[in-house]
């Protein structure tokens, strides 16, 4: 069966950096465009950064346009999220997502940026 396991996340302070990690097993993942999403506490979950199959194409949302960079390893089954300039506002649960005709969640890991 499908799994996306995220790790990574933790506590950092503002200016800090992290870099996420999300695992897919149960799928050719080569085949596949892979996204990473957030949500912060009493707000919708929101597409951070999509990366195309091959890695030729990748888009960011505005807020962490420059300080995000999205990448993945295909030989390992891996895509990442690099974050730098982390900001109290990138509080959230961050979470791998594989689209297509039928979607895939990770469990998510925690991101909190704090002083």
């Known amino acids: 069966q499908v799994q996306l396991v995220e790790s990574g996340g933790g506590l950092v302070q503002p200016g800090g950096s992290l870099t996420l990690s999300c695992v897919a097993s149960g799928f050719t993942f080569s085949t596949y465009a892979m996204q990473w999403y957030r949500q912060a506490p009493g707000k919708e979950r929101e597409l951070v950064a999509h990366i195309s199959e091959t890695s030729d194409t990748t888009t960011y949302a505005n807020p962490v346009k420059g300080r995000f960079t999205i990448s993945r390893d295909n030989a390992k089954n891996t895509v990442y999220l690099q974050m730098n300039g982390l900001k109290p506002e990138d509080t959230a649960v961050y979470y791998c997502?594989?689209?297509?005709?039928?979607?895939?969640w990770g469990q998510g890991t925690q991101v909190t940026v704090s002083s």
């Open positions: 997502r594989r689209p297509g005709w039928r979607t895939f």
